[in-house]
């Protein structure tokens, strides 16, 4: 198939990633988020990102300049610039009421056969599938945080997902240089059903006064040998999105275990998101 234009929704965090990492494999992008103040600032951090991925000598599939893969990319707030996209990657916040009214705009403007990814971290394939004239072509596609370094992508089949679809995704995540690991539907698939309940356990800790956030994340680092602490990943990831998986999980599963951590929820209405906001568990 012809995978070259990618309608990708949302200019946040993920967005920003996965229009990077995608102008940087060659295709172009139609980014689409609700204020055109969002995706100026979108606008600035592919072009920083892309400089310093330059500096740090990171591998490029072409020569192009920051300024000749930023015009691969269409800013725009208007969904019907989606019109003729190939794929599309959804990255809006990881609530339902948001991701609901979404879909059936995308299964009215894009094309019949364009297949639409959910980058969501524990929404229901399923669902996001149910409100759609497609639900064959819908798929769940959980990127990592930051999108560009990392090289595999957790792929999940919803109930009515088709396997040309499941290879249709395969295919537009080779085009990124990336693999894909399928799993099944599930609230959290398997990287959020550990990680979130991991992270969530971690602010118990600090909650309980048990440990400080330096001494929880070594322990992770240099006792098993993990890159980054519960912490320090929580941090990157931002701990609104942690509380809302962690929501998604307890309501799905009605299950004490992932009970949100009062800490956490503090920490959350006080704006501190973690490296986005400049002050999470630690200050940045």
Request: overall charge negative; glycine content about 8%.
């Amino acid at each position: 198939m012809n995978l070259k234009r990618i309608g990708v929704i949302g200019a946040g965090v993920m967005g920003v990633g996965v229009a990077q990492a995608l102008v940087q494999t060659g295709h172009n992008v139609v980014l689409v988020d609700i204020r055109d103040d969002i995706l100026d600032q979108a606008k600035g951090q592919i072009y920083q990102n892309i400089r310093l991925s330059r500096l740090f000598n990171r591998p490029q599939e072409n020569n192009k300049t920051p300024e000749q893969l930023i015009a691969q990319i269409c800013f725009t707030t208007d969904y019907q610039q989606l019109h003729d996209v190939d794929f599309v990657v959804e990255n809006s916040t990881e609530k339902w009421a948001i991701k609901k009214e979404i879909y059936p705009q995308l299964d009215a403007i894009c094309p019949p056969d364009t297949v639409f990814a959910a980058n969501t971290s524990c929404i229901s394939i399923t669902r996001i599938g149910s409100v759609t004239r497609r639900p064959d072509k819908i798929v769940g596609m959980h990127f990592m945080n930051p999108v560009p370094m990392k090289p595999t992508v957790e792929v999940i089949r919803g109930y009515h997902t088709s396997e040309a679809t499941l290879a249709t995704a395969k295919e537009f995540l080779a085009g990124m240089n990336k693999d894909g690991i399928v799993v099944n539907d599930s609230p959290g698939f398997v990287s959020n059903r550990v990680l979130m309940l991991t992270i969530n356990e971690a602010a118990f800790l600090l909650h309980e006064g048990v440990s400080n956030a330096q001494d929880v994340d070594d322990i992770f680092k240099k006792c098993f040998g993990h890159k980054m602490g519960p912490l320090e990943t929580a941090d990157l990831i931002g701990l609104d999105t942690i509380l809302y998986s962690i929501e998604v999980l307890h309501d799905s599963f009605a299950d004490s275990k992932y009970r949100p951590c009062p800490l956490l929820q503090k920490m959350v209405d006080a704006g501190l998101y973690g490296r986005k906001s400049g002050v999470g568990f630690y200050t940045y």
